[in-house]
């Protein structure tokens, strides 16, 4: 079955960080936002990767968007998904509820609109996922299986929250020098399921994802020699429960919850050491970007589409052979729209000529 084509054809921007007014139309295939620094090259990147997920990839704060001394933003994006138009706005003003609104209805919950439109953005704070806190992976994981699973992310907002609350009891038990068995028990058992569930899409995901990985790392880079990852968890293979049961005494010390599905990591390794601590600077760049198009491939299989692709930055530091082999890759068939940011047009002009790819726009920044 081949893959249904998602793009979008033009967005519109209302006071988004740097821009105060301004409207792209974008090609089907591929897009080359081009233009010195500081012009806004990534910020309309973050704002296609907002339109498609409801948050900027890079920052949590959606009072971070608006651009300085205004009190709102707005995004309009025109959609095409499965030859079907679609428009999506998103608007926030200061204090206020953010509103999403899908061919003009609103969307009362994120989890009715996360997922319609996938999307992978690959770009250099991607780094943090290896050089970064177990934090860093667990939210590559959870991004990932959000977009194809409405119930993981259902059962992730609880789990949160029941977390926040059995936290909360932890310090409260010590506080009051009392402690209530039954009371801890419920949020205990409410954590313990909806962790059991998290665990078993996240064990899915690397099991998935790592041949994926690995043939993307192959056909990029001709050559895969130990490169791994592995899913690094504490309830993996245990009885979720007995777990909990046995980290009792150590949360009530601790006066938090130790154990469970919040603390997962994933190994990133090559030849059996961390990559972090072994790798060239230019491996760990490979690594990263196989692992983000692999992520792509699964987000593919997993919602019969192909994923809107944006790539920030990614070229700096790459040869022009490998360059080019990525120019191949998302100009094939396998991919479909596909954003790409640079500072230089014309070395970029000159490898899409030499490798006969015709299909592209640029979009220079700077001028109107
Ligand atoms: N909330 C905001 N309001 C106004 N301007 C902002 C806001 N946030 C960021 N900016 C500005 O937007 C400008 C463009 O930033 P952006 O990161 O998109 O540039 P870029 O073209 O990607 O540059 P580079 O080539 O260096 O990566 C910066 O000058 C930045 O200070
Ligand atoms: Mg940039």
Redesign the pocket.
Known sequence: MSAISLAIRSIQLT?????DFRQFDLSEKINL?V????????????ALYYSCMTKSN?TSADA???????DFFRIAANICKDEVEHFVEVKYRRQEKKEILLDRLKMERQADFIGRFPCVMITPDDHQLISGSSEQRRRFMDVTISQFSQEYLSQLMLYNKVLQQRNALLKSFYEQRRFDRSLLDVYTEKLVNAGRIISRYRMDLVHQLVPVFHQVYRQIFEGNEGVEITYDSDVQQADYAAVMAAAEQQDTQAQRTTRGIHTDDLQLELNGMPLRKIGSQGQQKTFLLSLKLAQYELLKANKGCKPLLLL??IFDKLDPQRIAAIFRLVSSDAYGQVCI?D?KEREIGVLLQENNIQSFKFIP?GQV
């Open positions: 006071n988004y960080k740097n821009y936002i233009g010195n620094n500081g012009l806004g090259k990534t910020n309309l990147l973050d890079l971070m968007v608006i651009r300085f001394g205004e920030d930055d940011t500072t920044l």
